[in-house]
Every structure is written in C-alpha cells, then in structure tokens.
C-alpha cells in the first residue's frame, strides 16, 4: 500500500523558533510538492521539486528533497504567526501528472 | 476571472437530489482533478482528466459521475448521495504531461453537507 506520512501531524511553536516537518513516502517518485491550506481556505502551492538533492526556499521556508531516502523536509526559519496554517506533501509515483498521493497534513500554529 | 472557480461555493443536498459541482479555470492548462477533503483523512484524488480524456478513476462510487467538455471546464455530477459524501469537494487544474506536469493549481472548494 502506498504511504505518505508527515510528521508531525500538529505542531505548536513560538514566534522566531526552528523547526523541521518531515514527508516520508513509500513509492518512487521523481519529483514533490509542498502546499499550503489556511483555515477555511484552498490549497496553494509553495514548492516544487524536480530531483534528488533539490533545495528550494522562499522566504522562511525551505525544503528539501531526497529521493533515495524517499524523504523530504520542510524547514521552517524563525517562524512567525502567518505561517500558522495546514501544509501537504504530495508525489506522483507514475510520473506523468495522473495521480497524486497527499499526505495527512502537519496542522501548524505559531504562538507569539 | 484568474486562477480555477468553483461553483457552488456550499451546497446542501438531500441523499435523492441530483446537483453538479463545477469548475472552470483561466490558467491554460491541459489537466484537471477532483479531489475529495475530509477531516481527519488525507486528500483523496477521484478523477483525473488530462486532453479532456479521463485518465484515472480511483474507485470512486458511480453516484458520482465526472465530465470535462473542454479542457477549461469540469464537472462532478452528483445523485443518490450518502451521508459520508459530505466534504470539501476541491478541483484543481495542472499541466499534464510534460516538464511542467504535476503543480496543481487549486479552486476554492465546495463544501457539500448531504441531509
């Protein structure tokens, strides 16, 4: 059966902290996507990547992909409240944009 | 418009009514999804049209029935729907396939409540 398992499933933290959510998945997948959901809202899409080894970042998130490990990471920088929302890994393990597999989402919240 | 619409934005329906969702996005793209949100359970991917051919069904109940007449526009049609149907039914739009296949641009959802 194939998984994608983020942890953590909610996490709470104070304004300007680190943190690192995690996306492990069980299938092969040349590439993956990171979204955003706020409350109430739609998804929006933050990252896209390519292949192993890519890093991309915007503002203060970056995130990270290693294909081999089936592992990707989200790292939050000094976090601030308007990061609080829902954020989503997905893969494509047939490669071709036909179907997607979505995690179960890391609810996160800032605390000032 | 920008972007992917949908419409109704809430809809409330008893389980012998018919409705259609719809979408319609402006981005130019060549694919389009219907996803199902639940609480508590992953985003769940129902149909996937790509060059308006219907490309993946995953085992969705025939009570819903997916069209796409061109490739701007998707529809959900629903009847007989059962109580646990009630989500947020989201479409999103992508290009598929090729380099830029697989970012998904979503629409703002219909939460759907069946009575």
């Known amino acids: 059966e194939l998984k994608v398992e983020q942890n953590p499933l909610f996490l709470s933290m104070q304004e300007g902290k680190n943190y690192t959510i995690y996306c492990n998945y069980s299938?092969?997948?040349?590439?993956l996507y990171w979204y955003r959901q706020d409350p109430g809202k739609s998804l929006e899409s933050l990252f896209v990547?390519?292949?192993?080894?890519a890093v991309k970042q915007e503002g203060r998130l970056m995130a990270s992909l290693d294909t081999k490990a089936r592992l990707s990471t989200l790292h939050i920088t000094a976090a601030v409240h308007d990061l609080s929302a829902t954020y989503f890994c997905?893969?494509?393990?047939?490669?071709?944009?036909?179907?997607?597999?979505f995690g179960t989402g890391t609810s996160l919240t800032v605390i000032p | 418009e920008t972007g992917v619409t949908q419409t109704p934005r809430h809809l409330v329906m008893g389980m012998t009514n018919k409705k259609s969702l719809k979408c319609e996005q402006h981005?130019?793209?060549?694919?389009m999804y219907w996803y199902k949100q639940s609480a508590k359970k992953p985003l769940e991917l129902m149909f996937v049209?790509?060059?308006?051919?219907?490309?993946e069904n995953n085992s969705v109940p025939s009570r819903f029935s997916p069209e796409c007449p061109n490739s701007s526009h998707l529809f959900l049609h629903l009847h007989t729907l059962q109580p646990e149907d009630s989500a947020l039914y989201l479409c999103?739009?992508?290009?598929?396939?090729?380099?830029?296949?697989?970012?998904?641009?979503f629409g703002p959802g219909t939460r759907l409540t069946v009575t």
């Open positions: 999103a739009s992508s290009f598929a396939p090729g380099p830029l296949r697989g970012e998904q641009y």
């Open positions: 299938t092969t997948s040349d590439r």
């Open positions: 990547l390519l292949s192993n080894g």
């Open positions: 997905a893969v494509d393990p047939s490669n071709t944009g036909n179907q997607f597999y």
């Open positions: 981005l130019g793209h060549n694919a």
């Open positions: 049209y790509s060059l308006e051919e219907r490309v």
